[in-house]
């Protein structure tokens, strides 16, 4: 198993055109709480008052995800968990950077993507 602090390695994979193309590919797959946690991130990582050294945490589970090739292939049932450990891991490390402004900005997009979330959809912890 991948050792957690090596998230931080995938940053170089990290770009925001790739990411969006990949959420439009797999966000019905993948699930509205994966793609929760991946705007929460973005948007802390657009923040300009964010230590790099927590963007890179966050490029790094971001890169993570984007990348095709996973320990868990996407494919396969239950195929984003690793995704989600990635995303969950880079969560933790930054919550303290999460605003209510950048709260609102992700539950906006989701609402524009998946249409009415349940309160249960936003509870990743």
């Known amino acids: ?49 964010v230590s790099l050294s927590d963007k890179a945490k966050i490029y790094g589970a971001l890169g993570y ?16 968990v690793d995704d989600m450990s990635a995303l969950l891991w880079a969560l933790r490390a930054v919550w303290d950077n999460i605003t209510p402004e950048i709260e609102r900005k992700a539950k906006t997009k989701l609402r524009e993507w998946f249409g009415t979330i349940q309160k249960n959809d936003l509870e990743l912890f």
Not at 16 to 21: A, I, P, Q, R
Not at 22 to 40: E, F, R
Not at 65 to 80: E, R
């Open 1 to 49: 198993m991948k050792k957690i602090d090596d998230y931080c390695s995938y940053g170089c994979y990290f770009s925001t055109s790739e990411l969006w193309n990949k959420i439009k590919n797999v966000a019905q797959k993948a699930g509205i709480k994966v793609v929760y946690a991946v705007l929460l991130l973005y948007y802390v990582a657009t923040d300009e008052n």
């Open 65 to 80: 995800f984007i990348l095709p090739i996973d320990l868990i292939p996407d494919i396969v049932p239950g195929g984003y």
